[in-house]
């Protein structure tokens, strides 16, 4: 019954702009977070930002920090990743998940999405 659908991914130059959309559905209860994780080729899978539904605290990698920001709808179901000033380096599958806040980044959650690729070009 839960569920994530993620959206906005694509190829962009470095410098470049993408937002990401995670429509949620079945998630519930101000204490959970919904955020995003990326993978890249060869690499673990790593939490990039998260949004607490029932205050709107937020959470950011130190890698994308000041350049990424997540926001929520009023209804709390549909969170949106801004990507400004990509880096090749942000290149990975982005995929979107839920848990209790204290819990988001170490997990693990059950439910994701099937992930939309952002590529960063030079």
């Given amino acids: 019954e839960v569920q994530f659908v993620e959206s906005g991914g694509g190829l962009v130059q470095a410098g470049g702009s993408l937002r990401l959309t995670c429509v949620a559905s079945g998630v519930t209860g101000d204490d959970t977070a ?3 994780f990326r993978e890249a080729p060869g690499k673990e899978r790593e939490g990039v930002s998260c949004i607490t539904r029932g205050d709107g605290d937020t959470y950011y990698a130190d890698s994308v920090r000041g350049r990424f920001t997540i926001s929520i709808d ?3 179901n549909t969170v ?3 990507m400004n000033s990509l880096k090749p380096e942000d290149t990975a599958v982005y995929y979107c998940t839920a ?3 204290p819990s988001f ?3 693990p ?3 994701w999405g099937q992930g939309t690729q952002v590529t960063v070009s030079s």
């Fill in 105 to 107: 980044l170490t997990g």
């Fill in 34 to 36: 919904i955020g995003w």
């Fill in 109 to 111: 959650q059950p439910y």
């Fill in 80 to 82: 949106y990743l801004q």
């Fill in 99 to 101: 848990d209790i806040r």
């Fill in 74 to 76: 009023n209804a709390k």
